[in-house]
């Protein structure tokens, strides 16, 4: 089993930045694919970003390309999300997902990962 805690989100303005952290549970944390989707208010989730247990591939998707980085540190358990440039359409829940058999061709699905947080709140006032 694999727990994982989101925190960073809160309120910002139009053009500023925020970074998202999860930290997992466990002593295999280096052996899975860590995601990040947003669901905004009756919309379906949606992938933002992915990095390979091996740290050296990431994805995400074309409407936070430039503006949003992912990177973990997996001496600390953990994943990023570095956000700037952040648009009110950003606004949203955002989760980290897990997975342990999560590879490049199913980085952007959501049903790739197994594990998933509670969610952190990111507002972006216009």
């Known amino acids: 089993q694999v727990q994982l805690v989101e925190s960073g989100g809160g309120l910002v303005q139009a053009g500023g930045s925020l970074r998202l952290s999860c930290t997992a549970s466990?002593?295999?944390?280096?052996?899975?694919?860590m995601g990040w989707f947003r669901q905004a208010p009756g919309k379906e989730r949606e992938f933002v970003a992915g990095?390979?247990?091996?740290?050296?591939?990431?994805y995400s998707r074309d409407s936070v390309k430039g503006r949003f980085t992912i990177s973990r540190d997996n001496a600390k358990n953990t994943v990023y999300l570095q956000m700037s440039s952040l648009k009110p359409e950003d606004t949203a829940v955002y989760y980290c997902?897990?997975?342990?058999?999560?590879?490049?061709?199913?980085?952007?699905?959501?049903?790739?990962?197994?594990?998933w947080g509670q969610g952190t709140q990111v507002t972006v006032s216009s």
């Open positions: 466990g002593r295999t944390f280096s052996r899975y694919t």
């Open positions: 990095i390979l247990w091996s740290g050296g591939s990431t």
């Open positions: 997902a897990a997975g342990q058999w999560t590879s490049a061709a199913t980085v952007y699905r959501a049903t790739g990962y197994e594990y």
